[in-house]
T-cell receptor, first 114, second 113 residues
Framework: DAGVIQSPRHEVTEMGQEVTLRCKPI?????LFWYRQTMMRGLELLIY????????DSGMPEDRFSAKMPNASFSTLKIQPSEPRDSAVYFC????????????FGPGTRLTVL | DAKTTQPTSMDCAEGRAANLPCNHS???????VYWYRQIHSQGPQYIIH?????ETNEMASLIITEDRKSSTLILPHATLRDTAVYYC??????????????WGLGTSLAVNP
């Protein structure tokens, strides 16, 4: 299995632009998580889905952030408009339903907003 | 907020055992202790988890005190590749829709040659 796939790996954009991060979970996993990591705040859960349904989005910073999971094999995290304080590494992780003791993380997307 | 306390950093000599402590004094009876690690520039990686019995796998051993208020992750023969940030997390396992892990700042382990 290829593991969790994220794209792009690096993104540099200017303030005000729309940013879309993509994630493909491990096949067969039915939970998907979006995290953000910064030096100041560490690793923060933004939102997670179970069976493609958003379960908890309390970590989403504000209305500029939105996430979708249109099917079991794809999810997006969108920031519109982007701001310099959104600069961080964004990780996607997936886990397998009832045996969800282990979350498998992707390599992350390093976002820089100028 | 994170419900665990870990030292900020630790050092270990290559080939020696690395013992990483974690305090979780407010742990509930149905909460498990999980350990993950994050090697520089990579996503976190699951290591091990346990409820109250000691656990061992190919990566590490987890020792949980009898009162469950603290635990220790043991890397029996640390190598340079074990240099990473180690996170101790408590969470209810198989918690239906509540699969959130609350991450602290972890322990930065440096394995020295």
């Amino acid at each position: 299995d290829a593991g969790v796939i994220q794209s792009p790996r690096h993104e540099v954009t200017e303030m005000g632009q729309e940013v879309t991060l993509r994630c493909k979970p491990i096949s067969g996993h039915n939970s998907l998580f979006w995290y953000r990591q910064t030096m100041m705040r560490g690793l923060e859960l933004l939102i997670y889905f179970n069976n493609n349904v958003p379960i908890d989005d309390s970590g989403m910073p504000e209305d500029r952030f939105s996430a979708k999971m249109p099917n079991a094999s794809f999810s997006t995290l969108k920031i519109q408009p982007s701001e310099p304080r959104d600069s961080a590494v964004y990780f996607c992780a997936s886990s397998l339903g009832a045996a969800d003791n282990e979350q498998f993380f992707g390599p992350g997307t390093r976002l820089t907003v100028l | 907020d994170a419900k665990t306390t870990q030292p900020t950093s630790m050092d270990c000599a290559e080939g020696r055992a690395a013992n990483l402590p974690c305090n979780h004094s407010t742990i509930s009876g149905n909460e498990y202790v999980y350990w993950y690690r994050q090697i520089h520039s990579q996503g976190p990686q699951y290591i091990i988890h346990g409820l109250k019995n000691n656990e061992t796998n190919e990566m590490a051993s987890l020792i949980i005190t009898e009162d469950r208020k603290s635990s220790t992750l043991i890397l029996p023969h640390a190598t340079l590749r074990d240099t990473a940030v180690y996170y101790c997390i408590v969470r209810v396992a198989n918690a239906g829709n509540n699969r959130k892990l609350i991450w602290g700042l972890g322990t930065s382990l440096a394995v020295n040659p």
